[in-house]
């Protein structure tokens, strides 16, 4: 039997986080979502990825996290396997474009 989850996409600082989680809801406080019982996958021995481990040291003995609704991009629910856990990213959002070297400096 599958079991439902959702699938948080949210900007943090200059990245783009995607994460998992068994509850979601409009917080008590202004503005914000609440998201609890965040899910990550099961570490591997033998691949390391950058982005998940990010997120395990972002998140690590994080019960519950608020997040500004101005700051989430969209909120699935998705269905997982009953002993599948989801693992969640994080990329960067924006790509700066390349600029001369005197590009900012002020013209009189």
């Known amino acids: 039997m599958a079991k439902?989850?959702?699938?948080?996409?949210?900007?943090?600082?200059?990245d783009v986080?995607?994460?998992?989680?068994g509850h979601v809801y409009p917080s008590e406080m202004f503005g914000f979502l609440e998201v609890e019982a965040l899910t990550f996958g099961e570490r591997s021995q033998v691949l390391v990825d950058p982005s998940q481990e990010k997120l395990r040291t972002e998140f690590e003995g994080v019960q519950r996290t608020y997040i500004p609704m101005n700051a989430v991009i969209r909120i699935d629910e998705v269905e997982t396997a009953e002993n599948a856990h989801?693992?969640?990213?994080?990329?960067?959002?924006?790509?700066?474009?390349?600029?001369?070297?005197?590009?900012?400096?002020?013209?009189?």
């Open 4 to 14: 439902k989850c959702y699938k948080i996409i949210f900007y943090n600082q200059d």
């Open 17 to 21: 986080f995607e994460i998992y989680a």
């Open 86 to 108: 989801p693992l969640g990213r994080v990329k960067n959002a924006v790509t700066p474009f390349p600029g001369s070297p005197g590009q900012n400096r002020n013209r009189d």
